[in-house]
């Protein structure tokens, strides 16, 4: 089974759209999807915005469905240059870019505690990630066939916080302190439940506003069109599975 996490409505709204339901079920305040898409078993959750939310949507998800894969799909704010509004961002790894125990002597963005203390950055799981680039690739060719613009993919760090960043300064900051080509809030809460749970995942970002710009302006502009390129390739890696 596949599990897929979204932060939003408009991020899942694709995703949920063609699944055959067999149950609906409600824990944490979460109301998780179960069913089938494309013949495949699949549970879907809209975990709400925020590292708390998505680690107990995500443990939830483990205790009570026991997914093979768990997928985080949704949009993401730019840090690199390279990227435009739409791009694509498969993560290869994530940190918590707000947490700081430094005083601790840990280095930025490092877990302490509870024997978590290794972690910094999360590294997704190299199986998912060729997965989800096969299906890239799947995705790109059906474009060209019909004669849609293929979809740009990128790979890299992608930092999370409970911080919504909307400017170019904090932006060039996060880029410079952990190498991280998009920011978000809830991929790497997901990848440390994960992690401790040695359950697979992956996390596919769509780009909603680029590194020069102010979030705030383009996030309500760009979302929905971002948040559909992460939902296309998400139908062809549960197609695929």
């Given amino acids: ?16 759209e063609g699944m055959t339901v067999t149950s609906e079920k409600e824990y944490a305040g979460v109301k998780f999807v179960e069913g089938k898409k494309f013949g495949k078993d699949i549970v879907v959750a809209v975990c709400g915005v925020g590292k708390v939310f998505a680690a107990i949507c995500t443990q939830t998800m483990i205790d009570n469905y026991k997914p093979d894969i768990i997928l985080n799909v949704g949009v993401a704010g730019g840090l690199s240059s390279s990227l435009d509004v739409k ?10 870019h707000d947490m700081d125990a430094t005083a601790l002597g840990c280095k930025k ?16 799981n190299s199986y998912v990630i060729d997965r989800i680039k096969e299906s890239a690739e799947i995705v790109n060719s059906e474009r060209k066939k019909a ?4 979809l740009r ?10 911080l919504f ?12 302190e952990f190498q991280a080509m998009a920011c978000e809030m809830e991929g790497a809460a997901i990848a440390q439940v994960c992690c401790v749970n040695k359950v697979r995942f992956g996390v596919i970002r769509a780009i909603s506003d680029s590194a020069d710009e102010g979030s705030k302006m383009d ?10 390129n992460s939902a296309e ?9």
């Fill in 219 to 228: 996030f309500g502009v760009f979302c929905k069109e971002a948040a559909d």
């Fill in 87 to 96: 791009d694509v961002v498969i993560a290869d790894q994530l940190i918590q």
């Fill in 233 to 241: 390739l998400v139908d062809m890696f549960i197609k695929r599975s």
């Fill in 147 to 150: 004669g849609r613009e293929p």
């Fill in 165 to 176: 960043v909307s400017d170019k300064e904090k932006k060039a900051e996060l880029r410079d």
């Fill in 1 to 16: 089974m596949t599990g897929v996490i979204c932060a939003m409505e408009i991020e899942m709204k694709n995703i949920r």
């Fill in 153 to 162: 993919i990128f790979t890299g760090t992608v930092a999370s916080g409970d």
């Fill in 109 to 124: 963005g490092e877990i302490y505690g509870a024997g978590t203390s290794s972690y910094r950055y999360f590294p997704a």
